[in-house]
């Protein structure tokens, strides 16, 4: 059964967001509820896949489950990471077929999805690219006010709620705060108010 948390939901809902970080042998999940243009917390959970000893029957058991968690929660948009390139070639050909397995199960809803890279990811969490996944689930529990005893030990499930919390502020951002900004460094100096500064550089090594 796979490890999760949730948090009661409001009774009126504006939007929701469901984020997925693939993974061929523990994929993360996350559920945004976005009410008065503040996101709050709905669950986050891991689906292991170790079990199963067939590539085949864990693309099977993700697709299900992420039909399974759409059918639950009722997501408006998908926002799921990217896989991002690494020197193991058929560790990237499973992942990518994750990652594809559980779009389509998206797709077969019609939901919405947007892929958003890593590095965009933590940036939009930490405003530091090459944060580390501790510090991306420790930025999660603040800004999302989730108390310490309910933040799981797989960080698989805070990376999925990175994904939907990143898209929730690249849709959500009013086009007038970029005006005039070319880059990050540029970006981050003319709105000091909106990324949150971190100062550790260890790079996320992780491919599953």
Same mark, same amino acid.
């Given at each position: 059964?796979?490890?999760?948390?949730?948090?009661? /939901?409001? !009774?009126?809902?504006?939007?929701?967001?469901?984020?997925?970080?693939?993974?061929?042998?523990?994929? %993360?999940?996350?559920?945004?509820?976005?009410?008065?243009?503040?996101?709050?917390?709905?669950?986050? %959970?891991?689906?292991?896949?170790?079990?199963?000893?067939?590539?085949?029957? /864990? +693309?099977?058991?993700?697709?299900?489950?992420?039909?399974?968690?759409?059918?639950?929660?009722?997501?408006?948009?998908?926002?799921?990471?990217?896989?991002?390139? %690494?020197?193991?070639?058929?560790?990237?050909?499973?992942?990518? &077929?994750?990652?594809?397995?559980?779009?389509?199960?998206?797709?077969? &809803?019609?939901?919405?999805?947007?892929?958003?890279?890593?590095?965009?990811?933590?940036?939009?969490?930490?405003?530091?690219?090459?944060?580390?996944?501790?510090?991306?689930?420790?930025? +999660?529990?603040?800004?999302?006010?989730?108390?310490?005893?309910?933040?799981?030990?797989?960080?698989?499930?805070?990376?999925?709620?990175?994904?939907?919390?990143?898209?929730?502020?690249? !849709?959500?951002?009013?086009?007038? !705060?970029?005006?005039?900004? !070319?880059?990050?460094?540029?970006?981050?100096?003319?709105?000091?108010?909106?990324?949150? /500064?971190?100062?550790?550089?260890?790079?996320?090594?992780?491919?599953?």
């Amino acid at each position: 059964m796979a490890d999760k948390i949730s948090i009661n /939901r409001p !009774t009126q809902a504006e939007r929701i967001i469901i984020g997925i970080d693939p993974g061929t042998h523990v994929m %993360g999940y996350g559920v945004l509820r976005v009410v008065a243009n503040k996101p709050q917390l709905v669950t986050m %959970g891991v689906i292991e896949l170790s079990r199963f000893e067939s590539h085949y029957l /864990r +693309l099977r058991r993700i697709y299900e489950r992420v039909q399974g968690l759409i059918a639950q929660y009722l997501p408006d948009e998908m926002a799921i990471e990217a896989p991002f390139f %690494g020197k193991n070639v058929q560790s990237m050909l499973k992942l990518g &077929r994750a990652q594809g397995v559980a779009m389509a199960a998206a797709l077969s &809803r019609d939901i919405p999805i947007c892929e958003y890279a890593p590095l965009k990811i933590k940036m939009a969490i930490t405003g530091n690219g090459q944060a580390s996944k501790e510090q991306v689930a420790e930025m +999660l529990r603040r800004t999302l006010n989730i108390p310490q005893e309910n933040m799981l030990p797989q960080l698989d499930a805070t990376d999925g709620l990175a994904a939907a919390l990143c898209h929730y502020y690249e !849709t959500s951002r009013p086009i007038s !705060t970029t005006r005039g900004a !070319t880059n990050w460094k540029e970006f981050i100096a003319k709105n000091p108010d909106k990324v949150v /500064r971190r100062t550790t550089t260890q790079a996320d090594k992780d491919i599953k």
